[in-house]
């Protein structure tokens, strides 16, 4: 279902006629400027509201800005900064520079910043008969997303900067988007998709991928959650006894997801479920020694366990106390946490509903949802719905042979984030890692579900990755 603008393949309309609706005209910009509150100038050439696919589906959100900074006239750009403002796995529109994340920084630093709209659950079109369609119940965030991508590799001989430094930036669910952009580069499961919408023929891979607080393995996120959180049942979570029978079943699923997945500490300690938490719990240890290195105090009731002698050296964390630390910041999410719609009384959640049909409708996209929905232990997905759950999970992707993961990533979970369990981006920093990307990954303090923080940080990590790119 599309809005047929053009109805031949983009490339051989080109062909076909010369011309090509993917060309970006470098002459149509206005020119703009941004002062930082640090009093700094940059002028800048705006291109807005370029739309990046020759077949709309949704006028409104297929459209992409791109800001120039006026320096890559004279050197360059050595990257791009292409930041989704996807949240909620909702639709986000062609944003600005803003300084409230980290565009307004990465135009400072030189880089041309993309900041495409994508299609997601809420976005709709009106029929001619007066009824709404969603246009962007998944994969379309995603599909939309490397759409954009591919627009920039076709413009690369417009555009002053390095199409081959594409840097993708997103948050939660815009984390997720950015981590499947960097996992499934140029993957042909995409290719129907973004045939159909009139994509640029060219590569979708990029060089690296930001991730902040990705909720993603979708799949697997409400098992990760209740086994990493089911021991606070009845304690610091209240639940009713349907809900804790729910929680326990999942929990109890757990253990085989994670043993499949024959990850490996760094050192190559095969990683089971029996010392996954020894392995989470390493990753809080380091949270919680660099906040006592910057001089954070740590507070008492947090579980960290610290050395008497006021050298601030953490030793270790109980994990009970800690996890107390945590649900008295925010509640739990009930379970399950993410394909919760008719169970133990949930409602549906985001992931419910871009998962939906196109009239609007909700649906399950974990086997275990439709299993306590019918009451059937043997009911599953249809194949339909099942393609579209693994075309949004990255975790399906990396490593694979036809496809390019980005080489960098850069993955940040807040150690009090609770939106999603720890699990989830410590397995996809460490399916990364052992796959032999390279991969900075971290816990921040106390830090909750949140993204383009550590600015400085960030861009250290950015502009060595760029002078180190084999590494
Ligand atoms: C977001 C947060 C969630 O807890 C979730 O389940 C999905 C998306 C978000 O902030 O984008």
Request: hydrophobic share 35%; with cysteine; charged share 20%.
């Amino acid at each position: 279902m599309s809005l047929a603008v053009v109805s031949l393949p983009v490339a051989e309309l080109t062909a076909q006629t010369g011309w090509d609706p993917l060309r970006l005209d470098p002459d149509q910009y206005t020119a703009q400027s941004l002062t930082l509150s640090s009093g700094e100038s940059i002028g800048y050439r705006a291109y807005e509201k370029i739309l990046y696919v020759a077949n709309l589906a949704d006028p409104v959100y297929q459209t992409m800005n791109i800001y120039v900074p006026e320096s890559a006239y004279t050197a360059p750009a050595r990257a791009v900064f292409l930041k989704t403002r996807v949240g909620g796995y909702m639709a986000a529109q062609a944003g600005a520079i803003s300084e409230q994340d980290a565009t307004a920084r990465a135009l400072a630093e030189g880089y041309i910043v993309v900041l495409p709209g994508s299609r997601g659950s809420n976005s709709t079109i009106r029929l001619s008969d007066g009824s709404t369609r969603v246009t962007g119940t998944a994969p379309a965030g995603i599909v939309d997303l490397k759409a954009a991508v591919r627009y920039l590799r076709h413009n690369a001989d417009r555009l002053p900067g390095d199409m081959e430094r594409i840097i993708t930036d997103g948050t939660s669910a815009g984390g997720a988007l950015s981590a499947l952009l960097g996992a499934t580069g140029n993957h042909p499961d995409y290719e129907p998709y973004l045939w159909e919408l009139g994509a640029a023929d060219e590569r979708d891979d990029v060089f690296a991928a930001v991730c902040f607080c990705p909720i993603t393995d979708l799949e697997h996120a409400d098992m990760a959650y209740e086994w990493f959180y089911h021991t606070t049942n009845g304690s610091a979570r209240k639940l009713s006894a349907e809900q804790t029978a729910v929680s326990e079943k999942l929990a109890a699923r757990y253990p085989e997801y994670f043993n499949s997945l024959g990850l490996r500490t760094p050192d190559g300690t095969p990683l089971t479920d029996k010392n996954l938490m020894d392995y989470i719990q390493s990753f809080l240890i380091r949270s919680a020694q660099r906040a006592s290195d910057q001089g954070t105090e740590i507070p008492a009731h947090a579980g960290i366990l610290l050395v008497a002698d006021g050298s601030g050296k953490v030793t270790g964390i109980d994990l009970e106390i800690y996890l107390h630390y945590i649900l008295s910041q925010r509640a739990l999410k009930n379970p399950p946490a993410f394909d919760a719609m008719g169970i133990a009384g949930n409602s549906p959640t985001p992931e419910n509903k871009v998962f939906g049909t196109p009239e609007g409708i909700p649906a399950h996209f974990t086997p275990f949802g439709l299993q306590e929905k019918t009451g059937n232990p043997q009911a599953g997905l249809d194949p339909d719905q099942q393609h579209r759950v693994y075309l949004m999970n990255p975790m399906n992707f990396i490593g694979r042979e036809n496809n390019k993961t980005a080489p960098h990533w850069y993955i940040r979970h807040g150690a009090v984030d609770r939106d999603t369990a720890f699990p989830v981006p410590v397995n996809l920093a460490t399916k990364l890692e052992n796959n032999g990307f390279s991969v900075n990954f971290f816990l921040p303090w106390n830090r909750n579900h949140s993204g383009d923080y550590d600015l400085d940080e960030l861009f250290d990590w950015i502009n060595h990755t760029l002078e180190n790119p084999n590494r």
